[in-house]
């Protein structure tokens, strides 16, 4: 069974076709039983005001007036009108059409499509012709008048022709237009699965092209499916700074803890062999820092956002000016915390914004320099919110700036000091959770950091 399952483009333009087929179907059977109706209504319409008219006729001037108005009444050349007066026995008094031999086939009716009979052997003007027809009771009389339906039936004849023609032209119609969609979707789709494979085959760069403000399904799946390559390619790429600068910011640490665990176990003083295990504590603790702050950005980046929750920013800066003023303080440096005095509740991860944060503190104690000071700031503005570190010290240049947030990523400045360089970029995958980022800013000396997020997400 699998081998004659249709393709997907195929059942488009099979769906196509159906559609086209049925819906002109319906229209046509629509209009055919409109016209059909309207003009089965207007025969029925000028029968009866006609038999009326001929009733009144007959009660205001009896049989003869009757007759002579019928007789005047006829159009000439018109084989389809029907009207005749017949007397007890069925004969034709007066009027068109042939004899009537059977008078119970003609009992009083208001209208009646049917065929009204003949005599047997007489030549039938109508007699077994379908007509629409009324039979009245005049006195002794019975007054026929109607009209054969040939005409008529004529015209329906041609207008189901034409809608049978036109059924034809719609299924030709249809099957175009099914190759068309089928074209039109197959080619879409083709760029689609061919951006794929060439993802798959390992070119990362590969992106479907959309229009620029297309907005049917296939723009928004190939702006989903960019959206994701970006995103992918993104993080291969930080993969591979990342391997390549764990590789490289591990080798020396674990090439010092190597000499030094060699140095501990040669040194025969214990004095010495004590320092030499208080240097090899050293090289390990910095060695599982690099490993815990990797595994921290890692969480970071895939917290789900059902994580987040409602919280008081001016409540859990506050906390965190609390904790580290004294920290700060015992190093010599001023502290400030200048925070906005009203502030909506924002939806944040309360844990990895204060260690975020935390961090900047920490980074700012290291850089700030003797005898400076450092502010923490919230700034709430009409859409944003800014969590702010300040310090005094030297400040990182703009052009140094892309090198400061990249992971491993050390200025010249600061490779004397311990770290991995890891700091900025667990800050910026917080602020990337949120849906903001981080800025770095000159504070004319030193160096402004904040993570911008929006107040409602």
Known sequence: MSAFRLSVTARIALLSIALALISNLVLGAFVWKLVHDDAIDAVRRDTIEQSD??????????????????????????????????????????????????????????????????????????????????????????????????DWEQEQRGIERALVTAMLLSLALGVGGGLVVTRYVGRRLNKVAD????????????????????GDA????????????????????????????????????????RAKAEAAVLQADPAQREAAMGGLLIETD????????????????????????????????????????????????????????????????????????????????????????????????????????????PGIAEADRAQALRRFGRLDSARSLPGAGLGMALVEAVARLHGGRLELGDNAPGLVVAIVVPVSL
Do not use: C
Not at 195 to 214: F, T
């Open 53 to 150: 008219a001929l009733a009144a006729v007959y009660r205001s001037g009896g049989l003869a007036v009757l007759t002579r108005t019928i007789a005047e009444s006829r159009s000439a050349g018109d084989l389809t009108q029907i009207v005749a007066v017949l007397g007890p026995d069925g004969r034709r008094i007066a009027g068109t059409g042939a004899d009537v031999a059977r008078v119970d086939r003609l009992e009083p009716t208001i209208f009646r499509i049917g065929t009204l009979g003949g005599a047997a052997g007489v030549v039938r003007a109508w007699g077994d012709r379908e007509a629409g027809y009324t039979v009245r009771q005049i006195g002794a009389y019975r007054l026929v008048n109607g009209r054969l339906l040939d």
């Open 195 to 214: 951006v794929i494979e060439g993802v798959a085959s390992g070119d990362l760069s590969r992106r479907v092209s959309n229009a620029a403000h297309g």
């Open 218 to 257: 296939f723009d928004r799946l190939a702006t989903r499916l960019n959206a994701m390559l970006d995103k992918t390619e993104r993080l291969m790429t930080e993969l591979r700074i990342v391997t390549d600068g764990l590789a490289h910011d591990l080798r020396s640490p674990l090439a010092r803890l």
């Open 286 to 393: 910095l060695v599982m820092r690099m490993l815990s702050t990797m595994i921290e950005i890692t969480r970071a980046e895939s917290v789900p956002r059902d994580r987040l929750a409602p919280v008081d920013p001016r409540a859990l800066m506050e906390e965190i000016a609390e904790l580290y003023a004294p920290v700060i303080e015992d190093s010599g440096l001023r502290f400030e915390a200048v925070i906005a005095p009203r502030a909506p509740r924002m939806v944040l991860h309360r844990e990895l914004l204060t260690q975020a944060i935390a961090n900047l503190i920490d980074n700012a104690l290291r850089h700030a320099g003797q005898g400076r000071a450092i502010t923490l700031r919230l700034v709430i503005g009409e859409d944003e919110a800014r969590f702010q570190v300040e310090d005094r010290g």
